[in-house]
Every structure is written in C-alpha cells, then in structure tokens.
C-alpha cells in the first residue's frame, strides 16, 4: 500500500456558475484524496470531516464510481459530530443532497451539484457524512496504516471510516472514501446553512421543551389549588352540620 495523499487546488478559473452566490470566487478549493491502494467497490461510506484552526464552508461533494451505462441515484446524508454508533439510524441524520450520477471508474472524479444550502464546520468540530449509491458502486480505499488514518491539509482533516455493504446497513472498518470537496476558507455568516439552520432547529425544540415543561407545571398548580379548595368546602360544610 502505497499510501493516500491530498491536493489542495485553488479553482480560480473555474466558472462562477459553480460557486455560491455570494462567496468570492478566489476562496473556493478543491481538496482530492489521490488514491493509490486497495480500491474496492462498494454500497457506501461513512467518515468524519474535521476543521483546523478556522471555519470552513462545505459547498459540493465529488465522488468515485465504478463505470456504468446506467445513471444511478447517489445520496449525501450530513450529522453533527461523529457516525460511530449512529452507523445503522437513519433518524439520526438528515438527508442533505440527492442526485443521478453516471460512474466513470477509478480515479475518475464526478462533480455533484452544489449544495442548495452549505454545511459550515467551526474550527476543531466534527461533520460525518454519509455517501451511499442506489446501484452504482462507489469506490474506497482499504489501509490499516497508521499514516493513512487520516488525510489532511491546512483547512481540514478527513478520517478513515467505515465502508457499508446495503443501506445503513452492514459496516467494514478501515475504509477512507474516495472522493473530492470543493470548500470555501473565508466566507461571511449565512441563514442558509445547514448548521445555522440545525443550531435554530435545536433552540426551537428547546424552547418548546421548556414551554410545554411550565405549562405542566402551572396545569399541575392549579388542580393542586382545585383539589385544595374542594377540600376546604367540604370541612367547612361539615363544621356547619356539626
């Protein structure tokens, strides 16, 4: 095994109809896994990606595919945090991005369309991400190399994952998925993106949690206060028969 390394490529000549609106166009890099190992097809890959020192902003994914004449659907499923225990619950993950895609083997990158909205990582957290293919196979890269347990760059780390055999099914360790990102480094805050929009979720069914908690609470007071008064009618009813 000759081991995996990444390119960090600047697309500045590449046509401003890829790049979000609104992001300059400059910012915009491809990082590629080059692959020259154990190259595998199969189902999926789960695996973690990681920002450095400063916020970064995932706006499209490439993958690997074995060659096929036949479109097949490719799904992108996005979580805060790690996959490890979460490798076999849908429900934990929200489905970023869906798209029919053509395989055109190894090494042999296919660019996704650009997410409607981008995934921003703030510096030292975890993203998994979730790839899987309908019937085309994907293709990952096996090592059990120490040096291989991670790829990285100035802006990110990529860690080794899991491969799966079905759907949120069957797992393999030891698997980097084979692939590309296309990330912005510097890039303005947006309510458009998928953390901003997960962090906003979160607080919503927060304060409902807290809602519903004080209306049962103050329901709670008032049958306490009922049951009271009732209470104190029938001792004051029997004082007067007395």
Not at 143 to 166: E, P, Q, W
Request: with cysteine; proline share 4%; glycine share 8%.
């Amino acid at each position: 095994d000759k081991g995996l390394s990444m390119s960090a490529i600047s697309l500045e000549t590449q046509s401003p109809t890829t790049t979000p609106t609104g992001s300059p166009q400059s910012n915009l890099i491809q990082v590629t896994p080059t692959i020259d190992g154990n190259v595998l097809p199969l189902r999926g890959n789960m695996f973690e990606i990681a920002a450095k020192k400063k916020a970064l902003r995932i706006v499209r994914l490439h993958v690997v595919a074995t060659n096929g004449s036949r479109k097949t659907q490719v799904e992108i499923w996005t979580k805060i945090g790690g996959y490890s225990g979460f490798e076999s619950k849908p429900k934990k993950w929200t489905l970023l991005h869906k798209e029919s895609v053509r395989g055109k083997g190894p090494g042999e990158l296919i660019a996704l369309k650009a997410f409607n909205c981008p995934i921003d990582i703030n510096p030292r957290q975890k993203q998994a991400f979730y790839i899987s293919a309908k019937n085309t196979l994907l293709l990952n890269t096996f090592s059990t190399s120490r040096k291989d347990k991670t790829v990285r760059n100035k802006h990110l780390v990529i860690y080794r994952g899991v491969a799966l055999l079905s759907r949120f099914g069957k797992q393999s360790k030891n698997y980097l998925w084979n692939g590309g990102i296309d990330i912005i480094s510097n890039f303005s805050e947006s309510n458009c993106s998928w953390q901003a929009s997960q962090t906003s979720g979160t607080n919503q069914n927060k304060m409902k949690r807290v809602k519903v908690k004080r209306n049962k609470t103050r329901n709670m007071g008032k049958a306490k206060r009922k049951r009271s008064q009732k209470t104190n009618k029938k001792t004051v009813n029997t004082m007067r028969k007395r």
